[in-house]
């Protein structure tokens, strides 16, 4: 059996972590009768879904290419991303909708206890560890899932905050200050899933990476000495990998070992430049095409 890859561990961390959270949240919201808390149990329990895709989705991303998916399989880890976004959309509108009408009618008693002010605090120690874990695997390893994942675990570290707060508030005399709390965890989850659901379909689009990647490609290319004019760059990224997509034209004349000792040191120099990429080069004769003259090139 294979091992798992950091990723993969990274994943399977924070689904322990999420079921912990969860199943801790809730007993203490039911207890409690805390709006804000079971909100945040709901939250943990939409990241324990998300944690799940994700280490399933990285499973996947990181196989290599095969006859029926050529490109490999990174796009897994943007499907995945937009699934868990949309389950934080389905729950954020029913907190919200439960908030209201708490605000409305009033006639819940909210018990703050003082196991659920430490089930908060607890949350808030876990969501910090989890997010600087999840953050800096996600840059190293370029992985799209677990940079949806930290985004999340940091908004649920100000989600338990907004919940502390509220049921402070609540030991002071406050009973509405619950469902306001859980108002803004559901505020918190929209905006994460609505972030999340932008920087995916944009991948899935083949949008040109928003990285700078395409202008570090283009720097890598006129580094390559001699008389080449590039024509065309066109690319896009998935599972944290860029595929590039290049045509430069050469002197008229110039013979094939040399037009593909060209296309090779630009091959190198995309590949140092954005380690990992997948980099396709066509040489062309010049028929009269300047410098700075690109067709089809995506700005």
Not at 29 to 56: K, P, Q
Not at 183 to 201: C, D, E, I, P
Not at 228 to 252: K, N, Q
Request: net charge negative.
């Amino acid at each position: 059996m294979p091992a798992m890859s950091i990723q993969q561990r990274t994943a399977l961390s924070s689904v322990a972590i999420a079921a912990t959270l969860a199943a801790i949240k809730l007993v203490a919201g039911l207890l409690s009768h805390s709006l804000g808390m079971i909100a945040e149990a709901i939250h943990s329990g939409t990241d324990l879904v998300a944690a799940l895709l994700t280490f399933f989705a990285v499973g996947v991303a990181v196989r290599p290419p095969d006859r029926d998916h050529p490109f490999g399989h990174g796009k897994a880890e943007h499907l995945s991303a937009l699934g868990e976004a949309a389950v934080l959309v389905v729950a954020s509108v029913g907190i919200a909708v439960e908030a209201v009408m708490r605000l409305a009618q009033g006639s819940h008693s909210v018990e703050a206890q003082w196991y659920a002010l430490a089930v908060a605090g607890v949350a808030i120690v876990l969501d910090a560890g989890r997010f600087m874990s999840s953050n800096r695997v996600a840059k190293r390893e370029g992985s799209a899932a677990l940079e949806a994942n930290a985004l999340h675990f940091a908004l649920d570290m100000v989600g338990s905050a907004a919940v502390l707060l509220g049921l402070l508030l609540v030991r002071a005399g406050d009973q509405g200050a619950d469902a306001v709390a859980a108002l803004l965890v559901a505020g918190l989850v929209l905006f994460s899933a609505g972030r999340v659901m932008r920087r995916n379909v944009q991948v899935l689009m083949d949008r040109v990476p928003v990285s700078g990647a395409q202008e570090t490609a283009r720097e890598a290319i006129e580094s390559v000495h001699g008389a080449v004019s590039l024509r065309r760059l066109r690319m896009r990224e998935a599972g944290g990998r860029h595929f590039a997509d290049v045509i430069v034209t050469v002197a008229p004349g110039t013979n094939v070992e040399t037009g593909h000792e060209i296309a090779s040191a630009i091959e190198h120099a995309i590949e140092q430049a954005l380690p990992g990429s997948d980099v396709v080069v066509h040489v062309e004769p010049d028929r009269g095409v300047e410098i700075g003259q690109e067709s089809h090139e995506e700005s």
